[in-house]
């Protein structure tokens, strides 16, 4: 990106900001030392994105609407400020749809203790001479339960692994589906959710029984990330979020985490999860899909 224009800290470029963004305009707005730096993704579009600031500041060129408008998104989209978390449910139905099916497969599962959760295996169960064990991808695909490459996110082994990324989803899925929509979180979804599962699997046959959302997690994190770093998107995660994340994602290679008790890390799941988040953030914005500009304030 290019750096086009600096204008003094106080100077709200928000309307302006929708302004470009109406026009399909890619910019970002940074702070420097007090002041506000206009970045932008195209070097073409300078001269015409000056001449209407000039406008604009001059008076010749009225935003009002643009700023009304603005208002209004940021008002209806910040449940969360004004409500509470929950203000805003019925704008994010997938992300509750997720956290109730998880939480109902919890109870039916026993956390994961009773043999039902062979249902929902990455693998089907098969009778050897050893016993019932899990069989491989290709049964999985000859037997046509082609649920079984997505459900086992819908797995947890215990309340903690429940809660913690039941928590992650509501936080990371909310922000998503209240800005872009619906439809993206849930093909975000689905696709961190066969990649991950995928990556798990191929890691290693000891890792034959694992599940959980967490790689979907790491997913939504990598999405986020890569929309705000190359779209500009306000989606307002913290960066210690990410922070944590990626140390933790670092601390499960070591062992360390199984050591002290948290159980097997679905470690190829989070990275592969992670990386087609990041992917599919960044792909948005290549392609020139997804909402631009959106406000998401969570303070």
């Known amino acids: 990106m290019i750096q086009i224009l600096e204008v003094p800290g106080e100077t709200d470029l928000r309307p302006f900001s929708a302004f470009l963004w109406s026009r399909r305009i890619a910019h970002r707005i940074t702070e ?170 191929l890691s290693g046959p000891q890792y034959a029984l694992f599940g959980g959302f967490s790689g979907i997690v790491y997913g939504l994190l990598g999405y986020c990330l890569a929309r705000e770093k190359f779209a500009g998107d306000q989606l307002g995660v913290p960066p210690g979020v990410y922070g944590f994340m990626l140390v933790w994602l670092a601390v499960g290679y070591t062992g360390i985490l199984e050591a002290i008790g948290f159980g097997a890390m679905a470690n190829a799941a989070h990275l592969g999860g992670l990386l087609a988040g990041l992917l599919g953030g960044w792909l948005t914005v290549v392609l020139g899909k997804g909402s631009k500009g959106d406000v998401f304030d969570d303070n």
């Not at 990324?165 to 093909?187: A, H, K, P, T």
């Open 32 to 201: 420097d030392r007090g002041q506000q730096v206009l970045w932008l993704g195209d070097e073409e579009a300078k001269e015409q994105v000056l001449n209407w600031y000039r406008d604009w500041e001059s008076g010749v060129m009225p935003l009002h609407g643009f700023a009304e408008a603005l208002k209004q998104r940021a008002s209806a989209r910040s449940g969360v400020k004004l409500q509470g978390p929950l203000a805003d449910w019925k704008r994010m139905p997938v992300t509750m749809l997720f956290l109730i099916v998880c939480g109902l497969v919890a109870i039916y599962t026993g956390l994961g203790h009773d043999v039902s959760v062979l249902m929902l295996t990455f693998t089907p169960p098969m009778a050897t001479a050893m016993g019932t064990q899990l069989g491989t991808l290709q049964d999985t695909l000859v037997s046509g339960e082609y649920w079984r490459l997505f459900t086992p996110v819908l797995l947890h082994f215990g309340i903690m692994h429940l809660i913690f990324n039941m928590l992650w989803l509501f936080d990371l899925g909310r922000r998503i589906e209240i800005v872009q929509g619906s439809f993206r979180l849930l093909s975000i979804i689905i696709l961190t959710g066969l990649l991950s599962n995928i990556l798990q699997y």
